[in-house]
């Protein structure tokens, strides 16, 4: 620029001193100047007139205005439109666990100290050796007690012997309302789909604000799942264990959809639990029809895979029924849902499974399930022992809490301890094992410890009154 003139957006060049008008330059005649011997007032340029650095500057300015009224735009759906605010929620903590995940981590739960795995990896007999128990505390009564209501399904009156029927060879239910799942939110999905069946319309985030206040819970029960239901009024369900395929086709052959809590590997190493929603059935192509609020809805399952997967909750199953329709669903069900009936045949089941294979962790884990229902806690802890010998995936016992309830039961306090330790370790936000610590921690003596992890079970989770309750003591 020559001394003593101004150029910039302007057409013409100035000086500062005579306010005379420069001549432009031969090689710009395209531009319109008006001549005149007076002073002509500056002509604006055209955008596409400026200099290529204004041009750019002032494109990085219009696009930052435009980010900001975006991302503003953006904030405000995602903060006052709950669809898109679960969807955010969700791909953010998806993010996380996938980062998580590729993090260094045990691929199974630890195994136990060496006096406590003497278990046989055969079975001689239909029963595993008892162990010497020692007596009873009034810790281990409570225990017992608690485990007994968590699986134990109240039966109002002696249930009759059910009369055989001939199942259709197909039955489909038809999909209620799907609801694809937040995150950890399989089972609130899976029971909004079922409710859904009989009119009523909670979602799984209504639903999860009750059972599980803090996102990142890991687990939701059946117990749970029964709890909620009957909470609604009107309704009622029937939960049961160790069965086969053949109550499930006859629950659905009479038109109960039934929620069932399966294994679930979604790729190697990733192994967790899962509700699904079963609506059908068809003999001709061996297969379930799943309501499955991960992959979509009617999803086919074969049914040996289903089995595979199913066998690692021992079987359990939850219906949920109308008041009016319970006193029928128990009749259909007959003996299989007596609490002793139902875990005296899961039992046996179980140790045939594991006679046929004494390598079958999930065998010997669900025997120790149905021996700590029928008040066998030392057996239980044994076939628990043999179970953790042949490596557990580690997510396991963020769903099952039986090894926690026998090994308090029979005494081994710091087993117990340790075990939640290795769980917490992988994960923070599990309350269970939070409440197995404190009840092992009060028993050796360290009341102060007891309390801590009782006051965060119920920081992660205010509706789990039987830390309240414990808290209170």
Request: charged letters at 20%; aromatic letters at 10%; hydrophobic letters at 40%.
């Amino acid at each position: 620029m020559p001394n003593g003139t101004i150029s910039g957006l302007f057409g013409s060049e100035w000086t500062r001193h005579t306010g005379t008008r420069c001549m432009p330059d031969e090689r710009k005649e395209t531009r319109t100047v008006m001549s005149s011997t007076k002073h002509d007032p500056p002509r604006l340029l055209g955008v596409n007139e400026w200099p290529s650095h204004q041009r750019s500057w002032v494109s990085l300015q219009v696009l930052a205005v435009l980010s900001v009224i975006g991302f503003i735009l953006v904030l405000n759906i995602v903060l006052f439109v709950p669809a898109a605010r679960n969807e955010a929620e969700y791909v953010w903590l998806r993010a996380q666990s996938a980062i998580k995940r590729r993090l260094p981590h045990p691929q199974y739960l630890p195994t136990p100290a060496a006096t406590h795995s003497a278990q046989p990896t055969s079975v001689p007999s239909t029963v595993v050796p008892r162990l010497p128990t020692p007596g009873p505390t009034v810790l281990a009564q409570r225990v017992a007690r608690q485990s007994a209501a968590a699986l134990l399904p109240a039966t109002a009156t002696p249930m009759p012997t059910p009369t055989a029927t001939t199942l259709p060879d197909a039955v489909q239910l038809g999909s209620s309302r799907h609801e694809a799942q937040g995150w950890n939110n399989c089972g609130p999905a899976t029971l909004a789909m079922a409710l859904h069946y009989d009119g009523i319309d909670d979602d799984q985030y209504t639903i999860a604000a009750v059972l599980k206040p803090d996102k990142n819970d890991k687990n939701v029960s059946p117990r749970e799942l029964a709890q909620y239901a009957k909470s609604l009024g009107g309704m009622e369900t029937v939960m049961g264990y160790g069965t086969d395929i053949e109550v499930l086709k006859l629950l659905l052959s009479n038109g109960y959809p039934v929620i069932v809590e399966t294994w679930f590997i979604p790729e190697p190493g990733d192994e967790m639990g899962h509700y699904r929603l079963l609506s059908g059935y068809d003999d001709g192509a061996e297969q379930f029809t799943a309501q499955d609020a991960y992959h979509g809805p009617d999803q086919a399952m074969d049914y040996r895979q289903f089995d595979r997967m199913w066998k690692v909750f021992n079987r359990v199953y939850v219906v949920v029924t109308e008041v009016g329709r319970v006193n029928e669903l128990r009749a259909l069900l007959g003996q299989r849902i007596d609490p002793w009936q139902m875990h005296t045949a899961a039992l046996d089941a179980a140790l045939s499974d594991v006679a046929a294979d004494p390598e079958d962790r999930y065998a010997w884990f669900n025997a120790g399930t149905n021996y700590l229902a029928l008040g066998r806690p030392a057996e239980a802890a044994a076939a628990y022992d043999q179970a953790r010998t042949l490596s557990l995936p580690w997510r396991v016992l963020w769903y099952q809490f039986g090894p926690f309830e026998a090994y308090l039961q029979v005494g081994r306090y710091q087993d117990t301890i340790e075990l939640a330790n290795a769980n917490l370790k992988n994960a923070r936000t599990l309350e269970e094992s939070y409440y197995y610590r404190a009840l092992a921690r009060r028993a050796l003596g360290d009341e102060a410890g007891a309390r801590a992890d009782l006051e965060i079970a119920l920081r992660y989770n205010p509706n789990d009154t039987r830390a309240a309750e414990a808290l209170d003591e």
